[in-house]
């Protein structure tokens, strides 16, 4: 939060269960070219401080590019980085946001439950928020890396 001073909202939260391993998961949440055909084009890195963003088309007075630090990165297990991007002069898709995203990989007897945690929404930003919220945000995402996933355990 730029002051420290408004309220977060609820973090979104995205839980589910792939059948496949977490290493599996694992290669789609941390590998550049993999994470751009299930979110964005991007030049990430799973290490610990390493920066990084996200791109996307230009939005009005944002240069669509959203900047990220990988905070935590541990294999099969958790990954966590901040992201920041937008315009303050936007409403709705494409206002700035400064929050973090967890992944945590738990295995489970048939599968990994994959759990995703974007937190950091204050109300300056709840229309994005919203909209990360909705079918259209986080959980379409989340599909889309399910796809990825599947078709990288059917590539051997």
Do not use: C
């Amino acid at each position: 939060m730029a002051e420290g001073t408004e309220e977060e909202l609820p973090p979104i939260t995205i839980e589910g269960m792939l059948i496949e391993p977490g290493e599996t998961i694992w290669r789609a949440l941390t590998d550049a070219d993999l994470i751009a055909q299930w979110f964005m084009p991007n030049d990430f890195s799973p290490e610990v401080g390493h920066k990084f963003n996200f791109r996307i088309p230009p939005v009005g007075p944002w240069d669509g590019v959203s900047e990220g630090e990988v905070l935590a990165a541990e294999p099969f297990w958790r990954l966590q980085y901040s992201w920041r991007g937008g315009s303050h002069e936007l409403e709705g898709f494409g206002r700035y946001i400064d929050t973090v995203l967890t992944w945590t990989l738990s295995p489970l007897p048939n599968g990994t439950h994959v759990r995703l945690e974007h937190a950091g929404f204050t109300q300056d930003n709840a229309a994005v928020h919203a909209i990360m919220s909705s079918e259209n945000g986080w959980a379409s995402v989340v599909n889309r890396l399910a796809k990825v996933v599947t078709d990288l355990a059917q590539e051997g």
